[in-house]
């Protein structure tokens, strides 16, 4: 499941990942408010947390995930993800570097500071 945070600066987006996060989460939740929140502003900073009771994705959820963030790929200014899975660790620091947008990598215990740092 996808559920947005809330208590954000305006320019900022946020979601949670808790249990298993499926293709239809996108579609119903993150998809929708990327969409909304881009027809409002040009620029985007994105903190996607994905804390100790996140399970993982399915193969759906994965390819939404890549097909939003290259359909959108200059719009991202700054984007927060806050994890302790090693692989999705590994696999942002490295997808960061093809991205225009800043993108640091949290663990769970920095929820804060990466909240701070999307928002500034």
Known sequence: MVELVAGLPENVL???GIGRVTSEDYER???????AKLAENKKLRLLYYLGE???GFDAGAMWDDTKVGLRHITAWERIAIVTDVEWLRVSAKIFGFVMP????????????EA???VSK
């Open 14 to 16: 946020g979601f949670r």
């Open 29 to 35: 939740v993150l998809i929708p408010a990327v969409e």
């Open 53 to 55: 009771d996140f399970e």
């Open 101 to 112: 947008a800043h993108v640091r990598v949290f663990k769970n215990s920095e929820i804060d």
């Open 115 to 117: 909240i701070e740092w």
